[in-house]
């Protein structure tokens, strides 16, 4: 909670800039810019500041008590399903570089960092598999870091922006629905080939493999 809320506004509020150089754009929607949106306007001739004040009370607490919520119903349970699927690694795949997640959705990339740093992984997780909405199934690479574009291991350069039967023609996996231009993602109409397709990755080294 520290580093994802309350960092963030101590160091505005302590002139920290968040990267080094120049800005490429203006933050201007930050809790910490709408607080101050709250104070009275120069020319304005009522300079009370005890009714902002007390909205912005109310705006940070109510930011504070969801964001709260968030991390005790949705963050710290994503992080056991992710705990789970790396000590069950080796069932899905021997490589045990595949990561299964039983639900889609899940936000698993800081996770997936921050255990294989404290469980001393000995081997980089390279593709993790799970369900979407529709039933069907996506294998999606990790990317390099995680907040990056780039990927470990992206899905093989000649499946990329294919689609369907060529797809499926292509790679010899029936099924396949899609892989992403930059090879970052792709979905399978079941496990069984998305998993597939996971395993013909890992086989073909998917183009740039990243550790």
Known sequence: LYENFVEEIDAMDNGIAPAAGEPRYALSTTLSARVGHLNPRWNEPDQDTEAGFRRAMELVGSEFLERL??????????????????????QVDGSGQVLELS????????????????????????????????????????????????????????WRGLRDEALSELAGIPGCVFVHASGFI?????????????????ELGGGTERT
């Open 186 to 202: 792709g979905g399978n109409r079941t496990r069984e080939g998305a998993l597939e397709m996971a395993r013909r990755t890992l």
């Open 69 to 90: 919520d968030f991390y005790h119903r949705a963050w710290l349970p994503a992080r056991a399903l992710v705990e789970e699927a790396i000590q069950n690694r080796f």
């Open 103 to 158: 639900q889609g959705g899940c936000p698993w990339k800081e996770h997936l960092f921050q255990l294989e740093r404290e469980l001393a992984l000995p081997r980089p997780l390279q593709l993790v598999l799970f369900p979407d909405r529709g039933g069907q199934w996506r294998v999606q690479s990790v990317p390099a870091a995680p907040h990056s574009f780039e990927s470990r291991l992206p899905l093989p350069e000649a």
